[in-house]
């Protein structure tokens, strides 16, 4: 059972509707443990995200090396008229993530009177923050919440949502992060919760120069390394993990095999540490491997959308191509 606005706290009183889906919490001690006990080892990319992880975050999105968010936010300027035509009057507005609160404005100002704004994430507070500031600043919109984990599909049914085409917004390079069939899944679950006519607005990050995607991940302050680096710290604090954290260097790759660049943390010396009581042992030159963002050509982002019944209408990129927003509608049955 979904817990309705009817009856919730008056918390709730700035949105339209806040559906509590009641996700599961990750287990971080039993993810982490998990992870070092494999080999090679590996920690989720999930646990980035905690206050000073995010803090962190945003000094990378502000970076020279890093293209990706400036990148996209003048894509959407430049292609705002034509997004507003292809959405046409009242659409209703979904962001799975409800992530950075500038590129959703970008979209709702552009868009034409636009009916209503849903907003999902895991996380119930943030994602209930997020959303009272965008009903705050558009008093005609709409909006409500859905606390859900949308890997795991999205269910609409429930919601008395505004009649109007309905546009999943999933910007920045999050499908990225997902290995190729959770990538799949990820957009399977997306088209299901879609009717004839609506449709995905998506970016993709592009495989391009390896100097400029190293860089990316590797920049020449080391706010990435400190972004990497405080998972171990979080570590730490949170798990009684005894990581000595000077002893690991942050190290990003490109796998071109697999399209993807990877983050990792070598160990510079062999070193014992414990977490949580459990001891674990890294070698010198081992690694531990935190996350992966995976790049797309034209081709293969086309091939993946497809490969679950999209059809990819329309593709933007900047002059340099290096990133691309796709519009994708769900394919007609044959």
């Not at 002893?247 to 490109?254: D, M, P, Q, R």
Request: aromatic fraction near 8%; proline fraction near 5%.
């Amino acid at each position: 059972m979904h817990d309705r606005m009817p009856g919730r706290p008056s918390a709730h009183a700035a949105l339209a509707f806040y559906d509590d889906q009641h996700p599961p919490a990750g287990d971080f001690l039993a993810d982490v443990l998990e992870g070092f006990s494999r080999t090679p080892k590996q920690l989720a990319p999930v646990y980035f995200y905690d206050a000073t992880g995010s803090a962190i975050f945003d000094e990378i999105t502000d970076l020279p090396e890093y293209y990706v968010t400036r990148t996209e936010l003048d894509i959407l300027d430049r292609i705002g008229p034509e997004l507003s035509g292809l959405a046409g009057p009242g659409a209703v507005v979904i962001e799975p993530g409800s992530g950075s609160s500038v590129k959703i404005r970008k979209l709702l100002d552009a868009l034409s009177e636009p009916a209503a704004y849903v907003g999902l994430d895991i996380s119930g507070t943030h994602l209930e923050a997020a959303c009272q500031e965008i009903a705050a600043d558009y008093p005609a919109l709409q909006v409500g919440a859905i606390c859900a984990d949308f890997t795991q599909g999205l269910d609409l049914s429930q919601l008395q949502l505004e009649s109007g085409r309905r546009i999943i917004f999933f910007p920045g390079s999050t499908i990225g992060n997902f290995e190729p069939e959770g990538a799949r899944q990820l957009l399977a679950g997306f088209r299901d919760a879609l009717r004839p006519g609506d449709a995905v607005l998506i970016g993709a990050d592009r495989v391009k120069n390896t100097d400029t995607l190293v860089a990316a991940y590797d920049d020449a302050q080391g706010v990435t390394a400190r972004f990497n680096l405080n998972l171990v710290d979080r570590i730490n604090r949170e798990l009684d993990g005894t990581i000595d954290p000077s002893g690991l260097s942050h190290k990003a790759i490109w796998n071109a095999e697999k399209a993807r660049i990877e983050m990792h943390l070598v160990a510079d010396h062999a070193q014992r540490f414990h977490v949580a009581g459990r001891e674990f042992e890294l070698r010198e030159g081992e690694s531990i491997h935190t996350e992966n963002s995976h790049k797309f050509t034209p081709e293969s982002f086309t091939s993946l959308a497809e490969s679950v019944g999209f059809d990819v209408l329309h593709s933007w990129s900047d002059a340099a191509d290096l990133f691309s927003l796709h519009w994708l509608e769900p394919a007609a049955k044959a």
